[in-house]
């Protein structure tokens, strides 16, 4: 099973996971509204309740005060919570505990008390869902020392980040995008395989510029590369941060001395933004002395997410305007 793989979604990647890991430790459990006999409002949960009872896949009422309060208590008693969020914008009631509480405790108490939980946030936009139900926040959370904050953006990635974090001894902000819950790949069977936090991907190799991204859009700048090789001849080189905090400063400073151009794209609003952080932490390296342009960033337009489809579709960076931004960095439109 070693090198075995199946073809699966990213919600089946992440029960696979889950189940993984609660198997291999009796310490870790799942909660969360409607995780149980429901199977999860994403179905991220489905069948886990008949394998593990309902000691281990934990419904709650909902609070999401409660449900962070009690998820970090067992942890810093020695149990390893995976708290299912449901939409991300309700993290917003679990912020004094995340923020305040677990993100503190392990630097407060000299590394004696640790909080090992996993926030997994449904996040991201293009389901319908409108402005309360549709944000990416995890610029909030990267500001915070303490927490580790995660979002890959393939079904394996999902798979061995997911395992790393549940492993994990810290905090981890884990997004997960609803619109891609249904995204199949590839994905490793092997329930020792994990994926490092902290780790940057080359997903695509190339010569003429950079694009840094992670999560849902990784899958669009991948179309976007293609497509502008196939029809411009530029050489895209994609760089998928998987991690945003910590951040692998290396991957992205080696990739942009190399190209001399860089784009830096997510789907959550532009203004203050990870991305800006990025861009930030090129301007303040030597990598800045090897840029033969502007550092352009493409993100989500600085409004509520409509309810509207196409007006949905109209702020968010498409595989057209991922396309447009390269060419103008090398000059070709």
Known sequence: MENETK?????DAIILAMSEEMRRDENVFLMGEDVGIFGGDFGTSVGMLQEFGKERVRDTPISENAISGCAIGA??????PIVDVT?????VYMMDNIVNQAAKTRYMFGGKGQVPVVFRC????GVGAAAQHSQSLEAWFTHIPGLKVVAPGTPADVKGILKSAIRDNN???????KAQF??????PLDPEFTIPLGKAELKREGKDVTVVTYGR????????????????GVSVEVVDLRTLMPLDKEAILNSVKKTGRVL???DAHKTGGFIGEIAATIAESDAFDYLDGRILRLAAEDVPVPYNAKLEAAMLPSVERIKKYILKLVNKR
């Open 7 to 11: 073809v699966m979604s990213v919600r």
């Open 75 to 80: 942890a810093m008693t020695g149990l390893r």
């Open 87 to 91: 939409f991300m914008d309700f993290i």
């Open 122 to 125: 449904a996040a991201g936009s």
């Open 171 to 177: 905090t981890v902000i884990f997004l997960e995008y």
């Open 182 to 187: 249904n995204m199949k790949g590839e994905v």
């Open 217 to 232: 859009m990784l899958e669009r700048v991948l179309q976007a590369a293609d497509q502008v090789r196939e029809a411009e």
């Open 264 to 266: 830096l794209v997510n």
